[in-house]
């Protein structure tokens, strides 16, 4: 069985410059996740997908970051503009169902660095 | 109060002791808790996830929960330097999983 797929694994830009991620989860997994996770910190829910519906995005920063999840299969998530602060890994996880019991799976993550 | 705190690292232990992570969290109604192991690098992969007061053992790992101290642990028995990663301790909180900031161990050969 495939993973998460992501891309890119990598990506510098300067401050202000726009930026797109890609997640591509596990076959038949109904809930996507994006988190943000700083360098010596836990991972931190930006938005929750179930299917092509967000179920929680209340810790994504809507005047810079965007998402979508067109046909509820893969997504992509945006900044724009970025800033120095969003140097982070952006890691996409799926699971199964929605319920808080669901084991999560992870993809391999992009490195994002603004300079 | 953070709503999920781990014990600070980085731990260190000899090869073949006991390494012994702590967690505890804020919500008194959580009924979910996980705990994921992340290698330098790479990204989390769940260890083992644990719902009901008392212990969970699997292999070299058991998780111990107690809800009405808010309290979730996880030893490692016979640590080996292959464990030696950061530890992430997740607990639901209301309708999420929130993760904890992790606790980084090393395992002296």
């Not at chain 1, 809507?62 to 890994?89: N, Y």
């Not at chain 2, 083992?48 to 309290?71: C, H, P, V």
């Not at chain 2, 950061?86 to 050969?109: E, R, W």
Request: proline share 5%; with cysteine; hydrophobic share 35%.
């Amino acid at each position: 069985e495939a993973g998460v797929a992501q891309s890119p694994r990598y990506k510098i830009i300067e401050k202000r410059q726009s930026v797109a991620f890609w997640c591509n989860p596990i076959s038949g997994h109904a809930t996507l996740y994006w988190y943000q996770q700083i360098l010596g910190q836990g991972p931190k829910l930006l938005i929750q997908f179930q299917n092509n519906g967000v179920v929680d995005d209340s810790q994504l920063p809507k005047d810079r970051f965007s998402a979508e999840r067109l046909k509820g299969v893969d997504s992509t998530l945006k900044i724009q503009p970025a800033k120095l602060e969003d140097s982070a890994v952006y890691l996409c996880a799926s699971s199964l169902g929605d319920r808080y019991t669901d084991t999560q799976y992870f993809g391999p993550g992009t490195r994002l660095t603004v300079l | 109060q953070k709503e999920v705190e781990q014990n600070s690292g980085p731990l260190s232990v000899p090869e073949g002791a006991i390494a012994s992570l702590n967690c505890t969290y804020s919500d008194r109604v959580s009924q979910s808790f996980f705990w994921y192991r992340q290698y330098s690098g790479k990204s989390p992969e769940l260890i083992m996830s644990i719902y009901s007061n008392g212990d969970k053992e699997d292999g070299r790992f058991t998780a111990q929960l107690n809800k009405a101290s808010q309290y979730v642990s996880l030893l490692i028995r016979d640590s080996q330097p292959s464990d030696s990663a950061t530890y992430l301790c997740a607990v639901n909180i209301v309708d999420k999983v929130i993760f904890g900031p992790g606790t980084s161990l090393s395992v002296i050969p």
